[in-house]
Nanobody
Framework: VQLQASGGGLVQAGGSLSLSCAAS????????MGWFRQAPGKERDIVAAISWRDSSPYYADSVKGRFTVSRDNAKNTVYLQMSSLKPEDTAVYYCAAALRRGSGYYKNKWEYSFWGQGTEVTVSS
Protein backbone atom coordinates (compact mmCIF):
# COMPACT_ATOMS: atom_id res chain seq x y z
CA VAL A 1 0.00 0.00 0.00
CA GLN A 2 1.25 3.43 -0.91
CA LEU A 3 -0.24 6.88 -0.36
CA GLN A 4 1.70 9.71 -1.94
CA ALA A 5 0.61 13.20 -0.89
CA SER A 6 1.71 16.26 -2.81
CA GLY A 7 0.86 19.89 -3.39
CA GLY A 8 1.96 21.50 -0.16
CA GLY A 9 3.93 24.71 -0.04
CA LEU A 10 4.14 28.26 1.20
CA VAL A 11 1.17 30.55 0.63
CA GLN A 12 0.02 33.89 1.96
CA ALA A 13 -3.03 34.17 4.15
CA GLY A 14 -6.14 34.28 2.01
CA GLY A 15 -4.53 32.19 -0.70
CA SER A 16 -5.31 28.72 -2.00
CA LEU A 17 -3.57 25.38 -2.35
CA SER A 18 -4.64 22.05 -3.76
CA LEU A 19 -3.36 18.83 -2.26
CA SER A 20 -3.42 15.47 -4.00
CA CYS A 21 -2.94 11.97 -2.68
CA ALA A 22 -2.24 9.18 -5.14
CA ALA A 23 -3.09 5.72 -3.83
CA SER A 24 -1.94 2.27 -4.86
CA UNK A 25 -1.85 -1.26 -3.53
CA UNK A 26 -5.45 -1.52 -2.40
CA UNK A 27 -8.96 -1.14 -3.79
CA UNK A 28 -9.20 2.64 -3.69
CA UNK A 29 -12.74 2.77 -5.09
CA UNK A 30 -14.12 0.93 -2.05
CA UNK A 31 -12.06 2.71 0.59
CA UNK A 32 -13.04 5.75 2.58
CA MET A 33 -10.29 8.37 2.60
CA GLY A 34 -9.33 11.11 4.98
CA TRP A 35 -7.12 14.14 5.31
CA PHE A 36 -5.53 14.93 8.66
CA ARG A 37 -3.12 17.61 9.74
CA GLN A 38 -0.59 17.99 12.48
CA ALA A 39 0.87 21.29 13.58
CA PRO A 40 4.10 21.40 15.60
CA GLY A 41 3.49 20.26 19.16
CA LYS A 42 -0.12 19.34 18.50
CA GLU A 43 -2.15 16.21 17.90
CA ARG A 44 -2.93 14.93 14.42
CA ASP A 45 -6.52 15.97 13.76
CA ILE A 46 -9.10 15.23 11.11
CA VAL A 47 -9.53 17.89 8.45
CA ALA A 48 -11.84 16.19 5.98
CA ALA A 49 -13.03 12.74 5.00
CA ILE A 50 -14.89 11.24 2.08
CA SER A 51 -16.88 8.05 1.74
CA TRP A 52 -16.32 5.58 -1.05
CA ARG A 53 -19.94 4.81 -1.85
CA ASP A 54 -21.26 8.23 -2.76
CA SER A 55 -18.33 10.54 -2.00
CA SER A 56 -20.15 12.01 1.00
CA PRO A 57 -17.83 14.55 2.62
CA TYR A 58 -17.08 15.43 6.20
CA TYR A 59 -15.31 18.61 7.32
CA ALA A 60 -13.92 19.71 10.61
CA ASP A 61 -15.61 22.88 11.82
CA SER A 62 -12.36 24.80 11.46
CA VAL A 63 -12.24 24.27 7.68
CA LYS A 64 -15.92 24.08 6.78
CA GLY A 65 -16.73 26.41 3.92
CA ARG A 66 -13.05 26.85 2.99
CA PHE A 67 -11.84 23.33 2.12
CA THR A 68 -13.28 20.83 -0.33
CA VAL A 69 -12.49 17.13 -0.40
CA SER A 70 -13.05 15.08 -3.54
CA ARG A 71 -11.94 11.86 -5.12
CA ASP A 72 -11.36 10.46 -8.58
CA ASN A 73 -11.66 6.68 -8.48
CA ALA A 74 -10.44 6.36 -12.06
CA LYS A 75 -7.17 7.99 -11.01
CA ASN A 76 -7.01 6.46 -7.51
CA THR A 77 -6.57 9.95 -6.14
CA VAL A 78 -8.13 12.00 -3.37
CA TYR A 79 -7.90 15.78 -3.35
CA LEU A 80 -8.13 18.56 -0.81
CA GLN A 81 -8.80 21.99 -2.25
CA MET A 82 -7.98 24.65 0.32
CA SER A 83 -8.98 28.27 0.00
CA SER A 84 -9.08 31.34 2.25
CA LEU A 85 -6.11 29.88 4.04
CA LYS A 86 -5.22 31.15 7.49
CA PRO A 87 -1.95 31.00 9.42
CA GLU A 88 -3.59 28.48 11.76
CA ASP A 89 -3.90 26.10 8.80
CA THR A 90 -0.13 25.70 8.87
CA ALA A 91 0.64 22.02 9.43
CA VAL A 92 1.81 18.83 7.82
CA TYR A 93 -1.14 17.34 5.96
CA TYR A 94 -1.56 13.59 5.73
CA CYS A 95 -3.89 11.49 3.64
CA ALA A 96 -5.11 8.18 4.98
CA ALA A 97 -7.10 5.17 3.84
CA ALA A 98 -9.74 3.42 5.92
CA LEU A 99 -10.14 -0.16 4.82
CA ARG A 100 -13.37 -0.77 6.68
CA ARG A 101 -16.65 -2.40 5.77
CA GLY A 102 -18.89 0.58 6.27
CA SER A 103 -19.95 2.80 3.41
CA GLY A 104 -19.61 6.12 5.20
CA TYR A 105 -16.71 8.36 6.13
CA TYR A 106 -14.52 8.12 9.22
CA LYS A 107 -13.39 10.84 11.58
CA ASN A 108 -10.98 9.09 13.92
CA LYS A 109 -7.29 8.31 13.42
CA TRP A 110 -7.73 4.76 14.70
CA GLU A 111 -10.19 3.99 11.91
CA TYR A 112 -7.52 4.48 9.26
CA SER A 113 -5.21 1.65 8.27
CA PHE A 114 -2.70 3.35 6.00
CA TRP A 115 -1.08 6.76 5.98
CA GLY A 116 0.84 8.82 3.48
CA GLN A 117 4.10 10.56 4.26
CA GLY A 118 2.62 14.03 4.64
CA THR A 119 3.00 17.28 2.76
CA GLU A 120 3.80 20.54 4.50
CA VAL A 121 1.56 23.58 4.22
CA THR A 122 2.76 26.92 5.54
CA VAL A 123 0.47 29.95 5.56
CA SER A 124 2.17 33.26 6.19
CA SER A 125 0.36 36.23 7.68
Amino acid sequence: VQLQASGGGLVQAGGSLSLSCAASGFTFSSSAMGWFRQAPGKERDIVAAISWRDSSPYYADSVKGRFTVSRDNAKNTVYLQMSSLKPEDTAVYYCAAALRRGSGYYKNKWEYSFWGQGTEVTVSS
